[in-house]
Structure formats: C-alpha cells, structure tokens
C-alpha cells in the first residue's frame, strides 16, 4: 500500500501474523499499479485477488500515529463523517496483530485475526467518532500505544445515502435468511 511504500507491500489477517514483503509493486499509477515480474505475485497462468481501496474524502482515510505509552491517546481523521469500519495495528512485523472495530459493536471489543477479544484499553473504552478514535496502551500485541511503535489505520466511513454502510445481524440457523445491507 502506499503507507509500506511503492517497493513492498504488507500481508494483514494471515494465522501467522502479519508480515512484509519486498519488491512486489514496481510504481503506483492514476488507475493502479504495474508490477514486476516475480514468481510470488506475478506467475504466468496464475490467477489472482487483489484488493484496492483508494483513499477519498468522506469514504476512507489513512492515518498513521506514533504510539506515546500512555492509556489514552487521541487519533485524528478526517473522515468527516461516523465511521463505520477501523482496521488498525502496528505497523512493524514485531508486533503482528490487527485489530478491526466495526459499527455497532461495543467500544470495549475489538476483533483480532483470531478472535473477539474484550480489550478495553485498547480503544480506551471510547467509540470512534466523526473526527477522531482514540487507543490506549495494554500489555500483549493487541496494544495499539506502544511507546515509541509505529501504527497505521484505515478508517472507513458509514454513508448509508452513498451506499456506505457497515452493519452486523443476529443469525437464525435457517437456510436462507436475508441480511440487509442497506
């Protein structure tokens, strides 16, 4: 992404951990990105998944912050609007997990890459706003204000009237069951 820079890129949500990897982006263009020809991510014959959000004004910010080991630690975006989506984490290899926070579930909870965890601290027990969301420093990797660690977050709006929305349901256990998305 353009946060780990145009020559590597950054693996988030695998069982064991996050990790970097080089070289596989060779430059960013208006409408993607061309890349060069290894045999990790660019194989004859191969086909392949790729997900790519662009960063826009009232859709999705990029923030990256400095962790001062404190309990409590504002963050700034500039969403503008409630936010729908966070999925934030350290952005060193040492310390691999990625939390997510979604709408509607509690401001003490996040989600790891292996389970819900309540961890209170870790958003210190505030729920995201228009303008900011706030972390807080615990022991274990699921800290997200480390002294001195660098953090990235993508932060996602929730516009229902431009069709940005985030949401959660109760499952019924039946075939079929309809989920409404907005």
Request: hydrophobic content about 35%.
């Amino acid at each position: 992404d353009t946060i780990a820079g145009v020559n590597s890129g950054y693996r988030r949500w695998r069982a064991t951990g996050n990790s970097f990897y080089p070289l596989y982006t060779m430059s960013y263009l208006s409408n993607g990105y061309s890349m060069n020809s290894t045999t990790s991510w660019n194989l004859a014959a191969t086909d392949y998944v790729n997900t790519s959000i662009r960063q826009a004004n009232g859709f999705m910010d990029i923030v990256t912050w400095t962790g001062d080991g404190q309990a409590r630690q504002e963050v700034p975006h500039s969403l503008g609007k409630e936010v729908s989506l966070l999925i934030f984490g350290a952005a060193e290899k040492a310390y691999p997990n990625t939390n997510m926070w979604m709408k509607g579930m509690p401001s003490d909870t996040v989600l790891t890459a292996a389970a819900f965890i309540t961890a209170g601290a870790v958003m210190a027990g505030s729920t995201p706003t228009s303008t900011m969301f706030t972390v807080g420093d615990i022991s274990g990797n699921e800290s997200l204000n480390r002294l001195g660690t660098e953090y990235v977050a993508y932060v996602f709006a929730d516009d229902p009237d431009v069709g940005i929305t985030c949401g959660s349901y109760v499952g019924t256990g039946v075939v079929g069951q309809e989920v409404d998305i907005g």
